[in-house]
């Protein structure tokens, strides 16, 4: 995609198929300064090209930060595609971690669409393929968002949070989403149920402010009463992967008069 790039090197590949030869140019990067666009790879969707380097500079306005969203992702396992901060030394004390993708969204464990968000206003995405060069290449959405926002943070696994429906994707500072546990299910010894995004001084994007790990925050109770007319019961803890002891749990299923209950294993 050329709208929306400064100057740019260039990729020239020559055809040459029944005597016709035709001659195909690709943008190989380039700074981008519209609010939203595409970046992909030379030759993208038809193949990658061998022994490039491409590096695309993402600058958007004061308080503002990038969010990317990778479409397509198929190369080879050598070639590199390298999300960064433009700034990291200057944003992370310690330094911030490049994230380098290869091969596909599969192979990197990732959902479909997945989206990256840069820390502050400025981002470099790079793309370097080497002699073994294979695949469609690489696809990427990228928009501005103000900085005053907040990611979603994540749905518990056995719960849900409130409200549960981000503004646009995101969540205007001062907004607080509140984690629930389903029936049966209780929230860990200490963990903060409450968020509250909190924008940042420095105008780098808005943080919950005490952030956990939502996969982690809803445990399973050690007996109860069970009224649903549906529901499943596990043992106590974080089913499958470890269970509470030591545990001696009752559960207690009442149905209304004239119903049955059925327990399948």
Request: proline share 7%.
């Amino acid at each position: 995609m050329a709208d929306g790039l400064g100057a740019f090197c260039g990729v020239l590949v020559i055809l040459i198929a029944c005597g016709v030869s035709a001659i195909i140019a690709q943008a190989c990067g380039g700074t981008l300064t519209n609010s939203t666009g595409y970046i992909e790879s030379p030759g993208y969707p038809s193949r990658i090209y061998s022994g490039i380097s491409c590096t695309w500079e993402i600058n958007a306005p004061p308080r503002n930060v990038i969010a990317m969203t990778l479409l397509d992702l198929d190369t080879g396992s050598t070639d590199e595609l390298i999300f960064h901060e433009l700034n990291w030394d200057l944003l992370c004390a310690s330094g911030c971690e490049w994230e380098i993708y290869q091969r596909s969204l599969q192979s990197e464990g990732l959902q479909p669409n997945h989206t990256h968000w840069s820390a502050a206003n400025e981002f470099e995405i790079q793309f370097f393929t080497y002699r073994y060069a294979r695949g469609r290449g690489f696809q990427v959405y990228y928009r501005f968002v103000s900085s005053e926002t907040c990611t979603d943070p994540g749905t518990p696994v056995n719960g849900a949070f409130v409200p549960n429906f981000p503004f646009n994707g995101v969540y205007p500072a001062g907004e607080t989403v509140n984690y629930t546990c389903n029936e049966g299910y209780h929230p860990r010894e200490g963990a903060d149920i409450i968020l509250l995004c909190q924008s940042r001084p420095d105008g780098t994007r808005a943080r919950w402010d005490t952030y956990q790990d939502p996969r982690d925050l809803c445990r399973a109770d050690c007996g109860g009463n069970l009224t649903s007319p549906i529901g499943v019961i596990t043992s106590p803890g974080q089913y499958p992967d470890y269970f509470e002891i030591p545990a001696d749990c009752t559960w207690h299923i009442q149905a209304p008069a004239g119903f049955n209950v059925l327990m399948e294993f």
